[in-house]
């Protein structure tokens, strides 16, 4: 079974999030910040990352270029959620290497098809 880690603060996204990832069949793990995230992969490496850009301690984007920049890291899709809205936001997070940016609030429709299409490809590449 193919898994996801989900870095998420807040307690509704989390849900949410989780909620539609189960639905398509992903066994899922979560992480409230980055430090945990980063604890979470190095004991059980995701097929998949969806990550918040607003955490505590470190930011998404900070995990997001760690994760990218790591061999052993660097092919798990990350799809990033954020607030954050304006087109420079959706560049740097690009630019950190993320696979997919989402805004928030999120669409389940979206969420499911993004997180299907970089499995699907995550697969092929393999």
Known sequence: MKTALIVEDSKTELTMISTCLKQIGLEIYTAK??????EKINHNTPDLIVLDV???GRSGYEICRNLKNETETS???IVLCSTKKTEMDKFWGMKQGADAYLEKPLD???LIRTVK???ER???SK
């Open 33 to 38: 910040s980055g430090e945990e995230a980063l």
């Open 54 to 56: 607003v955490l505590p």
């Open 75 to 77: 092919q798990i899709p």
């Open 108 to 110: 389940r429709d979206e």
């Open 117 to 119: 299409q970089l499995i």
């Open 122 to 124: 995550a697969g092929k």
